[in-house]
Each structure stands twice: as C-alpha cells, then as structure tokens.
T-cell receptor, first 115, second 113 residues
C-alpha cells in the first residue's frame, strides 16, 4: 500500500540557495512530523502539524526554516539561504490521531547535501 | 515539556548476548510509549508500543519492553541478540493523541558475529 512519500530522495545544492522538500503523508493521517537526522545528532524534531491546529514549530533551528501543510495533506519544508550545517537526512512521518498517540509511519527521507 | 533519555549511545554485543537498552522519560502523567528501529539503509519502523494494560509488551523479532511507572522507564530487552539486530533503536513518548511524540536520541547497537 502507499506509504509516506518524500521527494526528492537526494538533493545537492550550493550554500546560500533555497531548497524545498516535499512530504506526501498516508491518506487520512492528520498528524505530520518533520525530523532531521544527522551523524552523531540522532533524530531531531523540527515541526509537528495536527489537523487544523497551529503547528508546533518549537524544533525549527532557525528562522531560515519554515514548513507548511496545505489542505491538511501535503507538506513542504523550506530552508532558505542554506548552510553547510543543514546537510542531513530530512525525515517526514505521519500518523492517525485518536485518544492515544498512534504509531508514526516514516518516509525514506530526503538526503540534503550543501556544498 | 517532556524529555526522553537514552543513556546508551552505542552498544556492542556478541551474538547470543542479552540486550537491555535504557529509556527514561520525564513526564508524570499518562503516557504512550514506543520503541522504533532503523536497520541500515532502511526507514524507521515501529518495534513495539505500550498504551495501557500489561506493562510487559512484546514486539516483533523477539523484542520486549517493560513499562515501570515508578521509575519512569521503558527499557527494551531481548534475551539473545543476532547479527541482524544491528540497527539504531529509538525510544519515544507521547502524552496523548493530540500532542506530539518526543523521541530519544537513539542507541546504535552493533552485534558482532
């Protein structure tokens, strides 16, 4: 069945450029997360969307990072004026929402390399 | 805000050794608890979860975890590891469906044949 889809799978860009990463969650999943995974840093939470509620942006590392989720489905993570330290794998996950936290389904990630 | 601690960052074991990975969290209320695994080159996937009921939870591939409320812990165990268990393991804690889940920093397990 269709899982969480992320695109592109790999992105190489020059320092200072803007990048957009896309996430298509599983249909019907109202919760969507973005994480960053880099060597030695584990899994770093970036932002959380839940339905029509205001997103939890507490994990965004700087104002160069932003994300939106249009129509409660597809999400894009934008990094402006990229820096070399932004190089990482960016993961998206989605889940159903009920009274209990439901398991997250992860995409394969976008590997971002800043030259 | 809740926090999740995984004290072991890197664990090396020989095949057939027993495994216990620690996970502690900081919230005192009702929690939902998870362990996820990421095998080399694969995406993160759920290993097991605890919502309520029996505090000893069994997951896939012979893994289990025990929720000890008094210790705020949810340690992952396996009696006898295999080389194929080499992976990174993440503990995660949620405070209920409408609040986000917080992940620990992960533990890399390396099993030597």
């Amino acid at each position: 069945g269709a899982g969480v889809s992320q695109s592109p799978s790999n992105k190489v860009t020059e320092k200072g450029k803007d990048v957009e990463l896309r996430c298509d969650p599983i249909s019907g999943h109202t919760a969507l997360y973005w994480y960053r995974q880099s060597l030695g840093q584990g899994l770093e939470f970036l932002i959380y969307f839940q339905g029509n509620s205001a997103p939890d942006k507490s994990g965004l590392p700087s104002d160069r990072f932003s994300a939106e989720r249009t129509g409660g489905s597809v999400s894009t993570l934008t990094i402006q004026r990229t820096q070399q330290e932004d190089s990482a794998v960016y993961l998206c996950a989605s889940s159903l929402v009920s009274g209990d936290n439901q398991p997250q389904h992860f995409g394969d990630g976008t590997r971002l390399s800043i030259l | 805000a809740q926090s999740v601690s995984q004290h072991n960052h890197h664990v090396i074991l020989s095949e057939a050794a027993s495994l216990e990975l620690g996970c502690n969290y900081s919230y005192g209320g009702t929690v939902n608890l998870f362990w996820y695994v990421q095998y080399p080159g694969q995406h993160l996937q759920l290993l097991l979860k605890y919502f309520s009921g029996d505090p000893l939870v069994k997951g896939i591939k012979g893994f289990e975890a025990e929720f000890i409320k008094s210790k705020f812990s949810f340690n992952l165990r396996k009696p006898s590891v295999q080389w194929s268990d080499t992976a990174e393991y993440f503990c995660a804690v949620g405070l209920g469906g409408y609040q986000k889940v917080t992940f620990g920093t992960g533990t890399k397990l390396q099993v030597i044949p």
